[in-house]
């Protein structure tokens, strides 16, 4: 009934910039927060950046002052723009989405497949 699909993801060298998208599709009544993880090797994914269906946002300490995470909500896509790139910040990077699926009255969460970003000389 809903799919996302992530793209953006790559090989970057140390202080670069790459910009992740995450587009929701199907049966969509409507999207409550959206929100990135990263799960590097070895570690449990972590919560990297939220933003609420009204914009408001947050980040992980990690990644403040670097990453901006924002929304189309007209087109169902969250982004993740990711500059001064440092090799700490390679992981599998996933969206996460709320959703109200037409027809239901809750609000479930649904995740991407995942994209690799890699930073590195």
């Known amino acids: 009934q809903v799919q996302l699909v992530e793209s953006g993801g790559g090989l970057v060298q140390p202080g670069g910039s790459l910009r992740l998208s995450c587009a929701a599709s199907g049966s969509i009544f409507s999207i409550a927060a959206m929100n990135w993880y990263r799960q590097a090797p070895g570690k449990q994914r972590e919560l990297v950046a939220t933003i609420t269906k009204g914009g408001n946002t947050n980040y992980a300490d990690s990644v403040k002052g670097r990453f901006t995470i924002s929304r189309d909500n007209a087109k169902n896509t969250v982004y993740l723009q990711m500059n001064s790139l440092i090799p700490d910040d390679t992981a599998v990077y996933y969206c996460?989405?709320?959703?109200?699926?037409?027809?239901?009255?809750?609000?479930?969460?649904?995740w991407g497949q995942g994209t690799q970003v890699t930073v590195s000389s």
């Open positions: 996460n989405v709320f959703i109200q699926v037409m027809g239901r009255s809750s609000i479930s969460p649904y």
